[in-house]
């Protein structure tokens, strides 16, 4: 089993920035991709960002990209979405995820809780 728990969320105005972790506890040796997620209200969930195990690639989703970074501490076993210029678009409930399969994959094995981000215009 992997743990996941996320922090950082919480309530901004519109052009400033938020980081997300995502810290990693149990047996995550063979876990490859770690990414986040994102839940609007009334929406389904959609795909933020995605890196691979070692942090050496990445992948980001259109709406994201330029705006948020993700990055990896592996001595820390945790994950970062830096989120810049938020809009009130990016406001939902962030999840962090981890899969056994590739960057690409949207299949992910184990979820965290979540984290609310609201960006105020």
């Known amino acids: 089993q992997v743990q996941l728990v996320e922090s950082g969320g919480g309530w901004v105005q519109a052009g400033n920035s938020l980081r997300l972790s995502c810290a990693a506890s149990?047996?995550?040796?063979?876990?490859?991709?770690r990414g986040w997620f994102r839940q609007a209200p009334g929406k389904e969930r959609m795909f933020v960002a995605a890196i691979s195990k070692t942090g050496g690639s990445t992948d980001y989703a259109d709406s994201v990209k330029g705006r948020f970074t993700i990055s990896k501490d592996n001595a820390k076993n945790t994950v970062y979405l830096q989120m810049n210029s938020l809009t009130p678009e990016d406001t939902a409930v962030y999840y962090c995820?981890?899969?056994?399969?590739?960057?690409?994959?949207?299949?992910?094995?184990?979820w965290g809780q979540g984290t609310q981000v609201t960006v105020s215009s």
């Open positions: 149990g047996r995550s040796g063979s876990i490859y991709t």
């Open positions: 995820a981890a899969s056994f399969s590739g960057l690409n994959t949207r299949a992910y094995d184990y």
